[in-house]
């Protein structure tokens, strides 16, 4: 990052929003918060030095912005009585080490408030990605292929919703955690995806949200032991994880996973999720999507040699998952696999189909796929035109130099 409070914002900015929501009981205050804090950090870090805990320094900071704020607007009184009321309840919260005591428990808290069954899916999904990922709403909308202005609105209404509604900022009892369980599976892997293959910038992968969605899920096991889809999940993310420090170069460049050097990955996050995904697919019932997944992850960790990879059985398994979590996404996958066992004419068959549905019209993956899939037949003038297409719709520096480097081979 350009300086050390970036590199923290980036770093720490998920959690640090997380628990000045819970302190100031608001989004939108405690997002004016953090912004002021992060303003004071950048005047006085350069001459004084970086804290030895800037997370909690920014928490600090930021909650007293919040209450000064609130003592500027008359309005808020009543707030402005229970905010400082938190000041000194709050104590606790900044420990004698500098650390803070309930950072740990706060983003799950913040999500499931983010998944309460009162906000859509999109809207869940949407907070979660502007709160705990850091994303901009840009980048949000260009997720979700809407305009900017419209994912603005819906942000807005969905924290105007929280508030209005007085939805707590708590993890709820335990008989109603059943009820959000599927919206907080997604939204803990949606910050595990944004952390392995990151919407945009210079960096392909962002470890610190690989390994904050790792630990939620490891809270969420013990939390709700009884189910196995948990286990699936926290077995999908430690797989993929454990190549997290082999999918790069130094510089940042993309290393394809046929050229990975498998002696360097996680052999204990490897053991782990093997035994998590094994013990799942034991379970009586039809397997969940994370199941299904995590069984795929393991096909790949299991052999020690990219040419001993088992396609055939992954093409089974994404026809399995297309069954239970038909998705434009999946078909892609599956055609990748196909490629595989097929060779590249079926597979091209099969994304040829998938992109005259124009469900993933702005999805860089599609021309990028279909563009090697043409590099591997020899069709070099229609592998070129594919390449370019998807180069237009990358936002990821990483993604976009392993395209130019494709170009590249093609003359």
Known sequence: MANPVERVFRDEG?????????????????EDALQEALAAAMLQWPNEGVPQNPRAWLVNVGRHKAIDRVRRQASFSEKQKQL????????AAVNDDGEDA?????????????????????????????????????????AFLVPEKTMAQRLVRAKGKIRDAGIPYIVPSRELLAERLDGVLAVVYLIFTEGYAATGGDALVRGELCKEAIRLGRL??????????INALLALMLLHDARRDTRA???????????????????????????RVEAVLRTPG???????????????MRVERYEDTDWPQIAGLYQVLLRIHPSPVVELNHAAAVSMV??????????ETIAA?????????????RGDLLRRMERREEAVAAYKEALKLVSLEPERRFLDRRLAELG
Not at 15 to 29: H, N, P, Q, S, Y
Not at 84 to 91: A, L, N, T
């Open 14 to 30: 998920g959690r640090v929003l997380a628990t000045l929501i819970r302190l100031v009981g608001d989004f939108e205050l405690a």
């Open 249 to 275: 170069t130094p510089d940042g460049s993309i290393i394809l996973l046929e050229e990975q050097d498998r002696s360097r990955w996680d052999k204990t996050q490897i053991a782990d999720g093997l035994a």
């Open 84 to 91: 400082e009321y938190e000041i000194v309840s709050e104590q």
């Open 102 to 142: 309930g950072v740990e428990d706060d983003i799950l808290r913040l999500i499931f408030t983010c998944c309460h069954p009162a906000l859509a899916s999109e809207a869940q999904i949407a907070l979660t990605l502007r709160t705990i990922c850091g994303l901009t709403t840009l980048e949000i909308s260009r």
């Open 357 to 369: 549905k124009g469900e993933l019209a702005g999805y860089h993956l599609l021309p990028a796929l």
């Open 220 to 229: 969420l096991a013990a939390l709700m032991p009884q189910h196995p889809e």
């Open 286 to 300: 039809p397997p969940s999507s994370y199941a299904v997944q995590a069984a795929i992850a393991a096909l790949h």
């Open 342 to 351: 097929d060779g590249p004419e079926a597979a091209l068959r099969l994304v």
